[in-house]
Nanobody, 113 residues
Framework: QVQLVESGGDLVQTGGSLRLSCVAS????????MAWYRQAPGKQRELVAS???????NYADSVEGRFTISRDNAKNTLYLQMNSLQFEDTAVYLC???????WGQGTQVTVSS
């Protein structure tokens, strides 16, 4: 069973920055797509950003221009650089890897207004 372990979540003020990491227990070169999701209390889980092996990236409209997704195959790590954080970004952030669709346990990001 592959494990994905997220870290980097914290309490930050509005306008601040954080970098999330997701470390995999196996080579991430085997995953054609990796992504970050988030889930806020009482809301549905939503896709934040994704990246494929060709380094093609996609972002949710709400984070476009503020967040950057990247992957370091040598370190088996997926990153999410989050800048200009807003209160609405408060959520548990989870990484996911395909195939077949493994989930991490999540890391909490809290943005104080």
């Amino acid at each position: 069973q592959v494990q994905l372990v997220e870290s980097g979540g914290d309490l930050v003020q509005t306008g601040g920055s954080l970098r999330l990491s997701c470390v995999a227990s196996q080579s991430i070169s085997s995953f054609s797509v990796m992504a970050w999701y988030r889930q806020a209390p009482g809301k549905q889980r939503e896709l934040v950003a994704s990246i494929n092996l060709s380094d093609m990236k996609n972002y949710a409209d709400s984070v476009e221009g503020r967040f950057t997704i990247s992957r370091d195959n040598a370190k088996n790590t997926l990153y999410l650089q989050m800048n200009s954080l807003q209160f609405e970004d408060t959520a548990v952030y989870l990484c996911r890897a395909w195939p077949p669709g493994y989930w991490g346990q999540g890391t909490q990001v809290t943005v104080s207004s």
